[in-house]
């Protein structure tokens, strides 16, 4: 994987030719790096301006830098200069850096980059992944922290941190302890019988890191107090034991439910005019526990209805603020439309001659009407209620959206026997 490339220029043949003396460094140089810092490169060379090298000293420095993992590849070459010599590194980065992590280990990140950075001059916040680095700092690591018991010796992997990101990480190579079982103390709104089978179905078996068990919490036990008005529940304490007969562990999570809170206001940006419409498409109940489940509801039917006009990617971001006086709530619904989208055209796969022409016909969106997208199934659904097929069988809309020219083009498929003859009562018509 690494080469050595040694380049001699004539001006050296003299230094070259006398392996017996050493010879004064005047001036180092390092090209190539972006990564890793040139004065780093120097002092894990061990060559500084101010020394005397042979030439087997030089080999010996680059020898070292291939070694390291740090580089793919190192070439060196020196010229003569005033009374010494100057020496140029240029070195090659191995691709890719990652971010250095640490997890469950008796020392402090900063504690644990201190011994590092105490070994290795090339050490930083970003190191790579090779074999040869993550050796030498779980080796050092050990010697330092001095773990008593074999499966807490630590090891250096690359793997995925809580955000998916990948990290050179150092930790234990003992397995990860997976929940067993969880209860809950302090909670009285919500009986732990009602807690403990959700967080259960979410989290048994799962390998227990607190960050993520946090997350649980938010995802599945947070909204059930939300829904209650508990808007500030917090989850200050999670006690870990150790579970019988080496299942796991057992988690005991302390609940502070926090007071109830009324929905308060709720202020429309982005849309003049219609506030009343929106807050009636909502469905918002104000003046009554704030159940938030039910206020994204709201929000999620107010973001279609923005689609049904054509603004296929609409969205509506609701904030919202605590008022501690009067114990409310307050939304700021922010209607975000972006670009609206046309209808184009209309094809259909799978009628005769004579019944694509009539179903044509009653298809009620217009080719340069605001796209509504769920006419198309509405369409068909209607077709299939008002029994204009016998026998029909699978029928599916495909919606073709182009981002450039802002249109859609629909796809009808139908299987199944032609509309019934002199039946036309039975058309559906579009309700927008």
Known sequence: MQSLILLLTLATLAFAQNTNG???VKEVIVKGNKIVKSE??????????????????????????????YFDRVSYRYEPREQGYAIEWDVTEVTVFYPIAFEDISAKPAEAKAILAKLDPLFGDKIPATQEVLKRYEDALNAALKPAAPEDRIRGQLAADDKGNLVALFRPRRTPPSVYQ????????????????IIAAASTGVVYKESDFRDILDIKIRPMYEARGRLKVAFPEITVEKAPENFGVNLKVKVEEGEEYNLGEIRLEGESGRTEDWLRIGGFRQGITANMGEVDDGRRKMELAVKRNGFLDGKVIAKRTLNEERKTVDMDMTIVPGEKYTFDKLDIKGLDLISEPEVRKIWGMKKGAAFNPDYPDFF????????????LGDTKSIADINRETRTVSVTLTFKGEAPKKDDKSKLPRSPF
Not at 48 to 66: C, E, I, N, W, Y
Not at 182 to 197: A, H, Q, W, Y
Not at 380 to 391: A, H, V
């Open 22 to 24: 050493p010879f004064p």
């Open 40 to 69: 780093q490169i120097v002092a894990a060379a061990g060559i500084l301006p101010g020394t005397s090298v042979r030439p087997a000293d030089m080999d010996r420095a680059m020898q070292k830098l291939l070694s390291c993992g």
């Open 182 to 197: 969880v209860d809950f103390t302090g909670n009285k709104l919500i009986r732990s019988e009602e807690l403990r089978p």
């Open 380 to 391: 068909l659904n209607k077709l299939r209620e008002d029994g204009i097929f016998d026998n």
